[in-house]
């Protein structure tokens, strides 16, 4: 176990330091960000002097390894908009998309499960037909279209729901919402097809000798069994919002990571593109343990 | 007459596919009365099953019908009450227990927690369900219940598993217990524990034993009375000495005609030089030694049987051979030339020459090949055995020759019986003209009488192709009537080796003994001589220890 802990931190580094290296040098590809904060008419001199003040008069590979330096001290540079360190912009807005992603997945996981057990033991059943209508409508909604129609429907239309911003719980019905679709239409189609196999085994059919009654069959002796496949989908799902939902946080004027990422490769903010990939990057891999830790909590089989 | 226990009257099932419906069983009826114990007899497919999934409402309703009939216990029609009501017999007064019990336990659950599920949800506390399910282990023979308790059915052994699913099902002394094929997959000696478990359980409990088998063997062993059914009908019923002594029914006296352990013996060892050697030959999987040094010779034109139970390293030789897997040390000459040294090239050319036929066709044919890519496709990687021009009529040719016909060649392996697949798999083998053939547990898997009629085909072609078998096996009986000398192997060693006649009929080896009095055989009269010599060494053996 702790064995796998340590390999995992090891490769994880080892990834980490390959995202750096690839992040910082296509983020300079997208221009030199003193074009951009100075007005068009600045002094020679005055972008020299802001240049210098950014370490952007240096060599690339110089920057580079200086910045590198920086890192091992857990210092990620400040951010050039916003003249504050660089990891504090960022650690405000993932806290942001932290709050949205667990409670959007917590809700999509205990529905998705829930729906799809009980489709899967009633094939074609009133719960097996919600089941689809859902999958179709996860796979195939794009999630701009809806965040928009949304907004017009509820917010402008019945004037229920706030348009953008946070705030009250009231801010936070929309964009959850919107995020559910996709990744509840998937995991749904994961639980379903994964429930089928497990309720068609053995151990089913010993369990119903017994006398189990259906809802424990489902629910104890079938899920537990069908977790493992669900659990890898609700990763990935859980991964992309982690990412940050770019355009429904936009949409949404919601101050999530996604958001800032945007924001920041637009404003050339380099050192905040760098500390917002990383922050996402370490939280992923995190995410990754974790999930492999619950395999094995799941199944005795897996050991590590 | 009282009524009986659990009587199944005039039952049909159907089951709707999509080829249309299927009559899984026709009009079936049996009865069992406490310390009854009663087989139900059957080939795959012929519905032995279904009548006992009926009384535990197993059977999926869409696809599955009851067309007809009723089941009575004691004396009230089950198919007529709620589920609920079903639920509460099931596992209290009628209990089950089914073939390879590892994916019948469930595996992410400990063993202590499944056993005393059983009992919680009919209403026993769970402390008192612990406690119980502790002195339930112990008494199917589990050592230390406490441990044991709290692992997991994967970190058990087969036999241990199908103790532990007895434990779950005896637990709230059912009146009925049904066993499905319960020790199918077992070792022969495993097999004979269990049995006797059974037994031992159902005489101090008084319950009614329904057992469930493809097996003349152990209907011998355990049943009373026996019903015999064919193609969902029950052709026969009797006692169980009765039915083998004097069958009425033409199937009967096939099934009992194609019972192995019962045809010729092969006369003496062969003095042909040997075509295979094995010398001192290993193999390591990291710290566990799966051979330990063996050796021995594989004569020209002879059936070599190598017996064994699941990790003797019977079939780690038969891997080896073939380059399935590399040998950790030894030697095996073929040809005067040592097959584990030989570089990838010169072993593609002698590949050709010793052939395997694996125990599942399902698997170890490809479900995408017709059977004409299958044969042929060996020709494509040895050139020069048959011109492309030919390769048609060489099929044609090889699949009349193992019974099969031309029609045959554009099918896909699914379309067959599993008989079938493996006369497919045997014509494989064959299109290479091989002069070794490994058969790796090559007729396990296929009813009695199938087995028989492979075993047939085997020897047949072994004369006309002059071929040399490497037989492995578990089975004794088919080894008897099969083999010219044969290898007893235990924990990686060659316990004994000889003569068909001399190992069967005077064993040296303990081991040996032992593997022949567990063995079952289908005369119940035999059986029973051989049940009370069992039982006699296990006293000995007990007082000795």
């Known amino acids: 176990m702790q064995r796998f802990l340590a390999k995992r931190a090891v490769s994880s580094g080892v990834s980490l330091i390959l995202l750096v290296i690839a992040v910082f040098f296509l983020s300079r590809l997208t221009g030199d960000p003193t074009d951009l904060y100075l007005p068009i008419d600045a002094s020679q001199e005055a972008r020299e002097n802001f240049r210098a003040l950014h370490g952007l008069d240096q060599p690339l590979i110089v920057q580079f390894f200086s910045y590198l330096g920086d890192l091992v001290r857990l210092d990620f540079g400040e951010s050039i908009r916003r003249a504050r360190p660089a990891l504090e912009v960022v650690t405000e807005a993932f806290a942001w998309t932290l709050q949205l992603a667990v409670i959007t997945m917590a809700i999509v996981s205990g529905a998705a499960i829930t729906l799809g057990s009980l489709a899967a033991f009633n094939l074609g059943g009133i719960f097996d037909r919600i089941a689809t209508f859902f999958s179709l409508i996860g796979a195939s909604a794009p999630d701009f279209w809806v965040a928009i129609v949304a907004i017009v429907v509820f917010s402008v239309g019945f004037g229920w729901l706030p348009t953008s911003g946070t705030g009250t719980v009231w801010h936070w019905i929309l964009p959850i919402a919107v995020l559910f679709i996709r990744p509840f239409g998937l995991i749904l189609q994961v639980v379903r097809g994964s429930m089928i196999t497990a309720l068609g085994s053995a151990y089913v059919k010993t369990a119903r000798a017994k006398g189990v009654g259906p809802r424990a069959t489902i629910f104890v002796h079938a899920l537990r069994n069908a977790m493992l496949p669900v659990l890898t989908v609700i990763g990935d799902q859980a991964a992309a919002l982690l990412n940050g939902a770019v355009v429904v946080e936009t949409i949404f004027g919601f101050p999530g990571i996604g958001k800032l990422m945007i924001d920041s490769i637009l404003q050339r903010d380099f050192s905040v593109v760098l500390a917002s990939i990383m922050v996402t990057a370490f939280a992923i891999f995190l995410m990754n343990i974790l999930i492999d830790l619950a395999y094995a909590a799941l199944d005795p089989r897996i050991r590590y | ?545």
């Open chain 2, 1 to 545: 007459m009282a009524d009986p226990l659990l009587e199944v009257r005039n039952l049909s099932v159907t089951f709707d596919t999509a080829r249309g419906p299927v009559h899984a069983v026709k009009h079936v009826s049996w009865a069992v009365n406490r310390g009854d114990v009663l087989a139900i007899l059957g080939e795959s497919g012929s519905g032995k099953s279904v009548s006992s999934s009926a009384v535990l409402d197993l059977i999926d309703m869409p696809p599955g019908r009851i067309d007809s009939g009723e089941i009575l216990f004691e004396g009230r029609n089950i198919l007529e009450m709620s589920a609920a009501e079903r639920r509460g017999l099931n596992g209290k007064r009628i209990a089950m227990i089914f073939q390879d019990p590892l994916s019948h336990l469930n595996p992410v659950y400990r063993v202590g927690w499944q056993i005393e599920e059983t009992m919680a949800i009919h209403g026993t506390a769970r402390a008192e369900a612990k406690a119980e399910t502790l002195r339930l282990l112990a008494k199917v023979g589990i050592p230390d219940p406490q441990a044991a308790a709290e692992k997991y059915p994967h970190q058990f052994s087969g036999g241990q598993r199908q103790r532990l699913m007895i434990a779950m099902a005896l637990a709230l002394k059912p009146d009925v217990l049904i066993a499905d094929e319960p020790t199918t997959a077992l070792d022969v000696t495993v097999q004979a524990q269990i049995l006797g478990l059974l037994e031992e359980l159902q005489k101090e409990t008084g319950m009614a034993l329904v057992i469930i088998t493809h097996d003349l063997g152990v209907v011998a062993e355990i049943a009373h009375r026996v019903v015999v059914m064919s193609k969902g009908e029950i052709v026969e019923a009797g006692t169980a000495a009765e039915v083998y002594r004097n069958p009425q029914h033409p199937y009967t006296k096939r099934l009992i005609g194609a019972a192995p352990g019962k045809g010729e013996i092969h006369p003496d060892e062969l003095d042909t030089p040997p075509i295979l050697a094995l010398q001192n030959v290993s193999k390591q999987y990291g710290a566990f030694t799966a051979l330990h040094g063996i050796s021995y010779e594989l004569r020209e034109g002879e059936t070599l049987a190598i017996v064994g139970e699941s990790g003797s390293g019977k079939s780690t030789t038969a891997r080896l051979l073939l380059r399935l897997e590399e040998a950790s040390g030894g030697r095996a000459l073929y040809q005067g030339r040592d097959l584990f040294a030989m570089s990838p090239k010169e072993l593609h050319g002698l590949r050709r020459d010793i052939q395997m036929v694996f125990q599942d066709p399902t698997q170890s044919l490809n479900p995408r090949m017709t059977v004409f890519q299958l044969v042929s496709e060996g020709w494509a990687i040895h050139p020069g055995i048959v011109e492309k021009s030919r390769w048609k009529a060489r099929v044609a040719e090889l699949l009349r020759e193992v019974g099969l016909s031309e029609e045959h060649m554009h099918r896909h392996p699914h379309q067959f019986s599993g008989g079938q697949r493996q006369r497919i798999a045997i014509a494989r083998a064959l299109a290479l003209e091989p002069r070794i053939i490994v058969c790796d547990e090559a007729v396990s898997a296929l009813d009695v009488q199938v087995q028989a009629q492979v075993i047939e085909l085997l020897d047949r072609l072994k004369a006309a192709h002059g071929l040399s078998y490497i037989f492995i096996a578990h089975d004794l009986p088919v080894v008897r009537d099969f083999a010219d000398r044969v290898i007893v192997m235990q924990g990686g060693r060659i316990v004994e080796q000889g003569g068909v006649r001399q190992i069967f009929d005077a064993p040296r080896e303990e081991y040996t003994r032992n593997l022949l009095a567990a063995s079952l055989d289908p005369d119940p009269e035999i059986q029973a001589r051989r049940r009370a010599e069992r039982l006699e060494r296990q006293k000995l053996a007990g007082e000795a220890a």
